[in-house]
């Protein structure tokens, strides 16, 4: 704890409880089944990914779902220095493998063809030279009971 500069420098311990919604828990359900699925409006001829339960254009209530083919392209991505459990130095595993890089992991915004939004997914191979536009294979991997992490793989 310090106060150095007019700035407080320490960490605060938060512990909270994330709600799904309606969408969110079939989202993640699915998800654990293998399935990315997102909600369709026909009216609009758009499907939301993360599925919605109203069409943000026409608001029509949105019950019909559809399966997302798991390939994507990259929207965006960043670097981070800290996994999904907050430990510093790259990945979960450890293993130094292609899934990171000088200490790093990597992350993207992977997009869908014909779906309004995309997912957030952990890159886990190539992460030294990756680019916006470059396919990728999307993949579910069930990291404990309940626990679903978007995982992509670059193409080729
Ligand atoms: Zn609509």
């Given amino acids: ?11 605060i311990a938060l512990d909270y409880i994330y709600t799904l919604g309606v969408a969110g828990e079939r989202f993640f359900r699915e998800a654990l089944n293998g399935r990315i699925m997102a909600t369709r409006c026909d ?14 254009r026409c608001f029509r209530r949105l019950d019909r779902w ?36 000088d200490g790093y992991i990597a992350y993207a915004l992977v997009r869908f ?12 191979n190539k992460i030294e030279d ?3 536009g470059v396919g990728v294979a999307v993949d579910i991997k069930v990291k404990e009971i309940a626990i679903v992490e978007f995982v992509a793989e670059i193409a080729g």
Avoid: F, Q
């Fill in 1 to 11: 704890m310090s106060n150095i500069d007019g700035y407080w420098h320490d960490s």
């Fill in 43 to 56: 009216e609009c001829s758009v499907a939301y990914l993360p599925p919605r339960l109203y069409c943000r």
């Fill in 66 to 101: 559809v399966e997302v083919e798991k390939r994507g392209i990259i929207y965006s991505y960043t670097y981070v220095s800290s996994g999904n459990s907050g430990n510093s130095g790259g990945n979960d595993d450890g293993d130094g493998g292609d899934d990171e890089y």
């Fill in 113 to 124: 063809d014909g779906v309004d939004g995309g997912l957030i997914c952990r890159i886990i």
């Fill in 130 to 132: 990756l680019k916006i």
